[in-house]
């Protein structure tokens, strides 16, 4: 039984580029959850989705920041013009129940040059 | 907006000692969650606790939710080499949904 996968692993972008970081929850999860973890840092909640539906996206920025996570498919956290603050790690975790503890996925180390 | 008090930030300690870490805030939570991050990885559950007062084992590891359900703390046992890691305490806020905060982390280092 696969775990959460995020793709990919490393991801360097331009500042003005487009980044999209993908999320294949583990088989049977429909409850998906984005974190933005700073070096150092501990995580920090950004968004949390059902399928085609965003629950709670109160950690999101308002600005250059989506997240889908369609009826078939990896959920995708997009990140529009990206600026070097956006460097970060970015992870993904998925639950079977709205408060079953969630398992992570490895991250997507996004370097905005 | 609310917080997680995670404490120590860090500690270094001696192979086979005893380790006590623990999370407060002045919220209520649902559950609580104990993780440990490896370098370059993501966070790997250790520990989930659902019942105020609850206390559980995972081998070396013991965790308690407090009654007041503000607080939990994480206990280590016989510290060995590969405890070394970032350990996370993480909560369901009651008032928040299933919004799942995290604290910022106690850096555990073993001396050998």
């Known amino acids: 039984n696969a775990g959460v996968m995020q793709n990919p692993r490393h991801l360097v972008r331009r500042r003005g580029q487009e980044a999209r970081l993908r999320c294949s929850p583990m088989k049977g999860h429909s409850h998906v959850y984005w974190y933005r973890q700073l070096p150092e840092e501990g995580l920090k909640f950004m968004v949390y989705l059902q399928k085609e539906n965003i629950i709670d996206e109160s950690g999101m920025p308002k600005e250059r920041f989506s997240a889908e996570f369609p009826k078939e498919g990896p959920s995708i956290l997009r990140i529009q013009q990206v600026v070097r603050g956006d460097s970060a790690a970015y992870f993904c975790?998925?639950?079977?129940?709205?408060?079953?503890?969630?398992?992570f996925g490895q991250g997507t180390r996004l370097t905005v040059v | 907006g609310q917080q997680l008090n995670q404490s120590p930030q860090s500690m270094f300690i001696q192979e086979g000692e005893d380790v006590s870490m623990n999370c407060t805030s002045s919220?209520?939570?649902?559950?609580w969650l104990w993780y440990k991050q490896d370098p370059g990885e993501g966070p790997v559950l250790l520990i989930a606790l659902y019942k105020a007062g609850e206390l559980t084992s995972n081998g070396r590891l013991t965790a308690q939710f407090g009654i007041t359900r503000k607080d939990s703390f994480l206990n280590i046992s016989a510290s060995i080499p590969s405890d070394v890691g970032i350990y996370f305490c993480a909560g369901h806020l009651m008032e928040y949904g299933n919004k799942l905060v995290f604290g910022a982390g106690t850096i555990l280092r073993v001396k050998s």
């Open positions: 975790a998925s639950s079977p129940w709205d408060r079953g503890p969630p398992s």
């Open positions: 919220s209520i939570f649902n559950t």
